[in-house]
C-alpha cells in the first residue's frame, strides 16, 4: 500500500530512569523529532528535572518534543519519597530490590496514557518487560532499547546459552565464550552478579521476563554503529531473531554547546566554563579525563589509590569524583588540592563529559566502560583506559582492547554488585593506575591506538550523517514504522 506523503509518526518513550538508560533515549527521542516526527517522553517527576532544559532547547529549535509524568510508586514499594532512579546516594541491596519491584507496577499508568493519545509505536528500555503487551493491547509495535552495543548482548547471549562459567573450578579460572567471531576470555568473576546467584532475585526476575518478551516484541533499537562492530552486529541479528536497527551514536545529535553542556544536569552551567577554562589552558592531548559513569560510588580507599595513581602518573587530569563540595574529604590525602593545582582538576558531581571528551586538550579517556562512556570516547576519537566495574562493562572492555585495539586495561578482575555500595577495599592499585596511564599516553603503543581511536571517531561521525550506516537504518525504522500504520 503508498504510504501518505507527509504523515507524522507519533512515538512514546519510556526510559529506564538511570542516567546511562535516559540519556541516550532522550537523545533517540530528538534523532524522531530531528525527521519531522513527533516524540513524547515518559518519566516521573523527580527524573523530569534532568532534561527539561534538552527538551526546552530542542523544542525552541523546532523540534516537535514533549514530556509526559507518571507517578513513581515509592510509598507501594516501600520506597522513600524522591527515590526515583539508581542515581540514589546511599544504595542498599534492599532498595534496589524495591527499586526493581517499582518498575513493575508503572504498566496501568503507561496504558493510560497510551490509550488517551494513541502513538504509532512505544519505545521502551529493555527492562519494561510489560511493555510489549501494553502496547499489543493499543495493536502498535513495542520496540526495546538495550543499552549496550552488539557485542557485549551477544557475549551475553552466549553466557546465558551456553553457560560456561559452570564449567570452570574456580571464580579466577578463564573460559572463552563459545560460538563468537574472536576468542573472547572471561572469569566468573567479571561476570555480573545476577548471572551467578542461586535463588532469583528481583532483578533476576526481571531479567527472566524481559528475555521472554523479547521474542514478542517488535525489534530492537542500538545504540551502536555498523563499522565499529560489524560481526557482532551481523552474528546477534542472526542469533536474536528480531529486527534490529543501529541507529548511533546518538549523542551525537547534540550539536549546539548548550545542548551539550545541559546534557544529563540539574541547575547551573558555570562549572562547565570552569572546567572549558581549564582545558582551554593546556595543550593539545595532555589531560587525561577520568570518570567512572553515573552509578558508581568507590569505597574512600579506593579513591585514595586513585588520587595516588593520578599524581604518581606525572600527567594532567580531570576528575570527576561523585562528591558532594560539602562531603567529608577524608578520601582525598592532605594537601592534594593544592600540589594538584593547575595540574589536576577535581570536579565533584556531574561532569559535562561530552564537551571534554571534544575538547583538543584530552589525549585519554580512563572509563568505567558504561557504553554510552565507550561510545562518546569513540566518537571523541580518544584512546582509553579500561576499569570496568560491573554488568556489560566487562564485555565491553574486551570490545576496545582486544578488539578495536584502541585502549589498555588498568587490570580490574572483579564484577561488583552495581546495586550497592562496593566493599570498603581497593581492588586497583596506584601502580596500576599510574602503569596504564603512562602506556596510554607516552608508551611503545601509544600513537598507534590514538590514530585508530582518531579514524573510528571519524567513522562515528560519518555514520549518522545523510547516507551514513545509522543515518540510513534510522530512516529505514521510521519508513517501516509508516508503513504499519498506513
Ligand atoms: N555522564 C556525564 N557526566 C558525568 C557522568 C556521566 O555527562 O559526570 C554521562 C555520560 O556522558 C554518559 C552517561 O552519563 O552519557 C553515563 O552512561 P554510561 O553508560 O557510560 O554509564 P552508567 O552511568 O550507566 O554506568
Known amino acids: 500500500m503508498e504510504t501518505k506523503p507527509h504523515q507524522q509518526l507519533h512515538i512514546f518513550f519510556l526510559p529506564f ?8 533515549l532522550i537523545d533517540i527521542a530528538k534523532l524522531f523529532a530531528s525527521r519531522g516526527e513527533k516524540s513524547t517522553i515518559i518519566t516521573t517527576p523527580a527524573n ?11 523544542r525552541s529549535s523546532g523540534l516537535e518534543i514533549e514530556l509526559l509524568l507518571i507517578k513513581f510508586p515509592s510509598a507501594e514499594v516501600g520506597l522513600p519519597e524522591g527515590i526515583e532512579s539508581t542515581n540514589w ?3 542498599t541491596a534492599e532498595m534496589a530490590e524495591k527499586f526493581f519491584k517499582a518498575l513493575t507496577l508503572l504498566e496501568q499508568q503507561v496504558e493510560q496514557l497510551l490509550d488517551q493519545y494513541h502513538p504509532q509505536c512505544l519505545v521502551a528500555s529493555s527492562l519494561f518487560h510489560w511493555a510489549t503487551d501494553v502496547a499489543a493491547k493499543f495493536g502498535i509495535p513495542r520496540l526495546i532499547f538495550q543499552g549496550p552495543g552488539f557485542f557485549s548482548l551477544r557475549a551475553a547471549m552466549s553466557v546465558t546459552r551456553y553457560q560456561p562459567h559452570m564449567k570452570v573450578a574456580s571464580d579466577s579460572e578463564s573460559f572463552v565464550l563459545p560460538n563468537l567471531p574472536h576468542e573472547i576470555k572471561m572469569t566468573r568473576n567479571k561476570l555480573p552478579s545476577f548471572v551467578k546467584q542461586n535463588g532469583e532475585t528481583e532483578l533476576m526476575k526481571l531479567l527472566r521476563e524481559c528475555r521472554e518478551t523479547e521474542k514478542r516484541s517488535y525489534g530492537i533499537v542500538i545504540n551502536s554503529f ?24 546518538v549523542s551525537l545529535c547534540n550539536k549546539a554547546e548548550k545542548d551539550i553542556s545541559a546534557r544529563g544536569r540539574e541547575g547551573s552551567v558555570d562549572d562547565v566554563h570552569e572546567c572549558l577554562q581549564w582545558l582551554n589552558s593546556k595543550k593539545p592531548r ?19 589509590e586513585i588520587a595516588l595513581g593520578l599524581e604518581a602518573s606525572q600527567q594532567q587530569f580531570i576528575w570527576v569524583v561523585k562528591k558532594e563540595n560539602n562531603d567529608e574529604e577524608e578520601w582525598l590525602p592532605e594537601g592534594y588540592e593544592q600540589r594538584m593545582e593547575g595540574r589536576g582538576l577535581i570536579v565533584r558531581g556531574w561532569a559535562p563529559q561530552l564537551l571534554i571528551l571534544q575538547h583538543e586538550a584530552v589525549g585519554a579517556f580512563l572509563t568505567h566502560c558504561g557504553w554510552n562512556s565507550i561510545l562518546e570516547g569513540v566518537t571523541a576519537g580518544v584512546p582509553m583506559i579500561t576499569w570496568p566495574v560491573f554488568a556489560d562493562q566487562f564485555y565491553n572492555e574486551k570490545l576496545v582492547t582486544q578488539i578495536l585495539g584502541i585502549a ?13 555500595k562496593s566493599e570498603a577495599r581497593a581492588s586497583v592499585k596506584r601502580e596500576a ?17 590514538r590514530r585508530k581511536a582518531f579514524a573510528l571517531g571519524e567513522t562515528a561521525r560519518r555514520a549518522v550523517e545523510e547516507g551514513g550506516s545509522s543515518f540510513s ?6 519508513e517501516e514504522l509508516r508503513s504499519l500504520g498506513s
Open 17 to 24: 530512569m538511570g542516567q546511562g538508560h535516559t540519556l541516550p
Open 48 to 58: 523530569a528535572p534532568l532534561f527539561t532544559k534538552a527538551i526546552q532547547t530542542s
Open 89 to 91: 546516594g546511599s544504595k
Open 226 to 249: 555498523y563499522e565499529l562492530e560489524p560481526d557482532y552486529a551481523d552474528h546477534y541479528r542472526k542469533a536474536f531473531g528480531r529486527k534490529s536497527w543501529h541507529i548511533g551514536p
Open 286 to 304: 595532555s589531560v587525561v579525563y577520568v570518570c567512572f559513569g553515573s552509578l558508581n560510588s568507590f569505597s574512600d580507599c579506593q579513591l585514595l
Open 408 to 420: 589498555v586495561a588498568v587490570g580490574s578482575q572483579k564484577s561488583e554488585d552495581g546495586g550497592v
Open 433 to 449: 593506575i599510574k602503569m596504564a596511564i603512562t602506556e596510554i599516553m607516552e608508551g611503545y603503543e601509544a600513537d598507534g591506538m
Open 473 to 478: 537504518d534510522l530512516t529505514s525504522l521510521i
